[in-house]
């Protein structure tokens, strides 16, 4: 009996996101192999973080390098970092903030976010710069740095055209004193992307292990600095305290380590050929099935480099179809500006988006028949 069976579980294929409740990205051989051999044996986990990290630090051209337990809890340990400036009582204390000097994390309102409670987890007061759904200026946004300030955090996508550059607004804050943190979490590919933010100004840059990377969905990297670095591994699981509940196994460093590996071996052309040749099976699938405006647009939907196609279902109700494919074990996604299906094949095989494709294209029939 499979696990699906034992466990009552409807096997879907992902053509949605990589939302973390769909399961995101599946792992690739790589780094299934990596995991299973770390398993079978037994390190000193402070020692292979250190290792892990120097050695995902070189594949991705940073100083430094640290694997946390996803994207989201990296938030929460840069925050708790900047909060207790290396202060180790002021950290055992958090998230009570009241021994830490600086107690502020700065973010940017257009740019509002519900990953921003990451942020709030350590301990640190949020505070505003600017107001939600309004352009920015930089002088705003130095006017809000203080004293009370201990990071800024910049998110990649979320409402930073109507923000200053990640390039401007770290020169600001670097003047004070003040380190930054970039959540581009779903920012890949392109692979570029990993010291890209760094290359910008960003303290540490942060990304999730099982979106685009494919590697463990529980996995997070943090490339920059060696000083932020070596805070992170002084403060971060199995030590006691704020992160000792957000642990990184050997099992989520070995399988990142070997998925950062392989991501950063692949040219970032032959990638978006893959993803190219997908999203043409996806387009003529559409198509074959009547679809009206069917096209490939070639950002995911938070600006990564990863094609989409989009096409509006004619005489059936897209969001009904959508539920319909869902019950048949294909997840898509939903566009409400353009009422049009979104297909987004990156985490899908070339022999899974085939299944994928049927499985729209036999839907369809059995709803144009009915
Ligand atoms: C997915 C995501 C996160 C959380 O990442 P995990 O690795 O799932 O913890 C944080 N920020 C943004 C912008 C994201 O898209």
Not at 340 to 361: G, S, Y
């Amino acid at each position: 009996m499979s696990v699906f069976e034992e466990l009552g579980l409807r096997r879907f294929l992902n053509a949605e996101d990589t939302f973390t409740s769909n399961g995101a990205s599946c792992l690739g051989p790589e780094a299934y192999q990596a995991m299973r051999e770390i398993s079978g044996a037994w390190v000193d986990l402070l020692q292979m973080q250190r290792n892990t990290g120097e050695a995902l630090a070189r594949l991705t051209r940073n100083e430094a390098a640290y694997v946390s337990s996803g994207a989201a809890s990296a938030l929460t340990l840069c925050a708790a970092a900047a909060l207790c400036e290396g202060d180790r009582d002021a950290f055992l204390a958090l998230p009570d903030a009241s021994l830490c000097r600086r107690r502020e994390a700065l973010v940017l309102a257009p740019q509002k976010n519900a990953y921003m409670r990451s942020i709030a987890a350590s301990g640190a007061t949020l505070r505003w710069a600017g107001e939600e759904g309004r352009p920015l200026t930089l002088e705003q946004a130095e006017a809000a740095m203080s004293r009370q300030t201990a990071a800024l955090f910049y998110f990649v996508y979320h409402g930073a055209a109507l923000c200053p550059s990640l390039e401007a607004l770290a020169r600001a804050a670097h003047r004070r004193g003040i380190p930054v943190f970039v959540d581009a979490a779903a920012q890949l590919p392109p692979a570029e992307n990993l010291w890209a933010f760094t290359g910008q100004g960003a303290d540490l840059a942060l990304f999730s292990g099982g979106k685009g990377l494919a590697g463990p969905q529980d996995s997070g990297l943090a490339v920059g600095k060696r000083l932020w670095v070596e805070r992170l591994l002084a403060l971060g699981a199995p030590n006691e305290g704020l992160a000792r509940g957000s642990k990184v196994t050997r099992e989520a460093m070995a399988g990142l380590y070997a998925a950062v590996k392989r991501f950063v071996s692949e040219p970032e052309s032959q990638r978006q050929a893959a993803l190219m040749e997908k999203c043409a099976l996806g387009r003529d699938c559409m198509e074959r099935c009547g679809f009206a405006q069917v096209r490939i647009v070639a950002q995911g939907p938070v600006g990564q480099a990863s094609p989409r196609v989009l096409g509006r279902p004619v005489g059936m109700d897209a969001r009904a179809l959508r539920q319909a494919l869902r019950d048949d074990g294909l997840l898509v996604g939903y566009d409400a500006q353009e009422d049009a299906l979104c297909f987004h094949p990156q985490m899908l095989t070339l022999k899974q988006t085939q299944t994928a494709c049927r499985l729209l294209e036999n839907r369809v029939r059995l709803w144009k028949e009915a």
